[in-house]
Nanobody, 128 residues
Framework: QVQLVESGGGLVQAGGSLRLSCAASGRTSSSYNMGWFRQSPGKEREFVAAITWNGGSTYYADSLKGRFTISRDNAKNTLYLQMNSLKPEDTAVYYC?????????????????????WGQGTQVTVSS
């Protein structure tokens, strides 16, 4: 069992930055592959970024490459999402998720139903 708790969300002006954190607890949490997703009102949850258990590989939604950076510190059991040059359309609830199995296919990290554990989410609001 893995518990995930996100933090770091808030209100920021367009062009600003935020760093989200996701604290993981559980004996083997550092061996999980991790992802960030987001959901805006009236929209489906969408993939943001993913990272393998050792940080060796990272994956991003094409539209977010260059602005968002995913990273992890396994010594602290913490996942991060650095978000720069934020836009109003980035406003959403951001969720972290953990997957036991490897990312064998692209679908394994972009589909939310391929993850085993989820946090409660943290709200990010970008004002224009």
């Amino acid at each position: 069992q893995v518990q995930l708790v996100e933090s770091g969300g808030g209100l920021v002006q367009a062009g600003g930055s935020l760093r989200l954190s996701c604290a993981a607890s559980g004996r083997t949490s550092s061996s999980y592959n991790m992802g960030w997703f987001r959901q805006s009102p009236g929209k489906e949850r969408e993939f943001v970024a993913a990272i393998t258990w050792n940080g060796g590989s990272t994956y991003y939604a094409d539209s977010l490459k260059g602005r968002f950076t995913i990273s992890r510190d396994n010594a602290k059991n913490t996942l991060y999402l650095q978000m720069n040059s934020l836009k109003p359309e980035d406003t959403a609830v951001y969720y972290c998720a953990a997957r036991r199995d490897e990312f064998f296919y692209t679908s394994d990290y972009v589909r939310d139903d391929r993850y085993d554990y989820w946090g409660q989410g943290t709200q990010v609001t970008v004002s224009s």
